[in-house]
């Protein structure tokens, strides 16, 4: 089945220490997102790729980073995770159009 | 500047009966609509969704209506089902830009 993966599916890293997120997807979108869910708050877009344009949202931290070495893979980097990074981290895909497809997320833990 | 508002945070309906899931917007441009649902430990995945040449769109059980003059759309669930206990997100979009969510509604049917 074509599908969006996210691995790990939850992460624990200590405060400071740079963590990285992956994300795969076999349904060969040129769109891939990075959104960031807090509890009980919507979904927050932090970048996203069009092809290999990167679009940053002018409210994303300089914390985070993002890379897609191919089409297929999408890799978000937590350079100094802090506590209040701590949430769910989506990553979506679509195919130029609005109805994203999402991964199940991974949960990162900051300790 | 919250664009997109569910101001209900939770709904709890009986099997077999209507649901009803609002959602408001203040952005005049959104053109487009899209419900999502939320189990937990999963990502959100696609439900249903209206553009705004439309006031109605029925998918089975599911049917999104838009009225753009009180810029409210709503998901409409009926007969409810217990497996449609999730959380559910109302997102909009305008001309194709990226996707703006919610903070979403807990829907909890009982059997």
């Known amino acids: 089945d074509a599908m969006v993966i996210q691995n790990p599916r939850y992460q624990v890293t200590q405060f400071g220490k740079p963590v990285t997120l992956s994300c795969s997807q076999t349904?060969?979108?040129?769109?891939m997102y990075w959104y960031q869910q807090k509890s009980s708050q919507a979904p927050k877009l932090l970048f996203h790729?069009?092809?290999?344009?990167?679009?940053n949202e002018a409210d994303t931290p300089d914390n985070f980073q993002s890379r897609r070495p191919n089409t297929s893979f999408c890799f978000l980097d937590i350079r100094s995770p802090g506590l209040g990074d701590a949430a769910m981290y989506l990553c979506?895909?679509?195919?130029?159009?609005?109805?994203?497809?999402f991964g199940p997320g991974t949960r990162l833990t900051v300790t | 500047d919250q664009q997109v508002k569910q101001n209900s945070p939770s709904l709890s309906v009986q099997e077999g009966r209507i649901s009803i899931l609002n959602c408001d917007y203040t952005?005049?441009?959104?053109?487009?609509f899209l419900w999502y649902k939320k189990y937990p430990a999963e990502g959100p995945t696609f439900l249903i969704s209206?553009?705004?040449?439309?006031d109605k769109n029925e998918d089975g059980r599911f049917t999104v209506f838009l009225n753009k003059s009180a810029k409210h759309l709503s998901l409409h669930i009926v007969p409810s089902q217990p497996g449609d206990s999730a959380v559910y997100f109302c997102?909009?979009?305008?001309?194709?830009?990226?996707?703006?969510f919610g903070e979403g509604t807990q829907l909890t049917v009982n059997p």
């Open positions: 790729y069009y092809d290999k344009d990167f679009n």
């Open positions: 349904l060969n979108h040129n769109v």
């Open positions: 997102a909009a979009s305008a001309s194709g830009s990226r996707l703006t």
């Open positions: 952005n005049s441009m959104f053109d487009y």
């Open positions: 209206i553009s705004s040449i439309k």
């Open positions: 979506a895909t679509s195919r130029d159009t609005l109805a994203v497809d």
